[in-house]
């Protein structure tokens, strides 16, 4: 069996600004929200269902749409407007609630994947659940 490709990473960033978990991204779409369903469960009043998506594209492209017009998805310190789609630089933090994320990306994983061909989700995908603590 092939290895996964490895598109990116998300780090936790804790409450006191040192790093937590860090995810690979290994799938093409990742979601961030209060649904039992997304990849990254913040579980807080404030957060909707589904809060925001981390997606792939062809080119092997991160890429961040905010879904929340009442609390949006910061990236960095600018609130990103509904449907709004910005593409992750290395080092980029957004935010969700109190919760704050960073995506990080190297040269190595620019070159050595290839790129997403299925829209579907794997089966046995990280779930993170986060609490208002």
Request: charged share 25%; aromatic share 6%; glycine share 6%.
């Amino acid at each position: 069996m092939a290895a996964s490709s490895i598109y990116g990473r998300i780090v936790l960033i804790k409450k006191i600004g040192a790093d937590g978990t860090a995810f690979d991204i290994r799938e093409i779409e990742l979601t961030f929200g209060r649904s039992a369903d997304c990849h990254f469960r913040v579980q807080q009043p404030q957060v909707s269902g589904i809060h925001a998506v981390l997606s792939v594209d062809e080119n092997k492209q991160v890429a961040l749409k905010n879904l929340s017009d009442e609390n949006p998805t910061l990236l960095g310190e600018k609130p990103m407007n509904v449907g709004n789609i910005r593409l992750l630089k290395n080092g980029d933090i957004f935010s969700i609630a109190n919760k704050r994320f960073r995506f990080e990306k190297d040269q190595e994983q620019n070159d050595a994947v290839s790129p997403p061909t299925s829209p579907l989700k794997a089966q046995n995908s990280p779930r993170l659940l986060m609490s208002s603590s």
